[in-house]
């Protein structure tokens, strides 16, 4: 087993306050202000973060009740660092057959009695 470096440890031991914090039921505005300088410092070591810690992190900015607006930019921001560590971009052209497929979408110009169908 590899040895942590002071930098994994602290980015892990950030993560597990993280995931306190976000399972709160009703935060305290000093509360709030401690969530967001956490996801703030994550979100500058989003680069020296394991997959594993990134899917901890996904998991517990999703628990937050009423998210604020960092609290989704930087869930979005691990998303997306996430699916670049997947190369999720190239699988966008891929079709899972079966019965609840994408709808296509109808043109601008169509009336809307035929977008229906």
Known sequence: MAMQTEKQKENAL??????????????SDQDLRFRAAIEKTLYLN????ERGQLVRVVEATCSIDFPHSIDRNFHD???DR????????????IQIPGKWGPQPR??????ADQKRK
Do not use: Q
Request: proline share 5%; charged share 25%; aromatic share 6%.
């Open 14 to 27: 950030l993560i597990r306050e993280l995931e306190a914090f976000c399972h709160l039921h009703s935060p």
């Open 46 to 49: 989003l680069a020296d973060l």
């Open 77 to 79: 921001a691990v998303m």
């Open 82 to 93: 996430l699916g670049r560590s997947h190369n999720f971009k190239a699988m966008r052209e």
């Open 106 to 111: 109808a043109k601008a110009n169509e009336p």
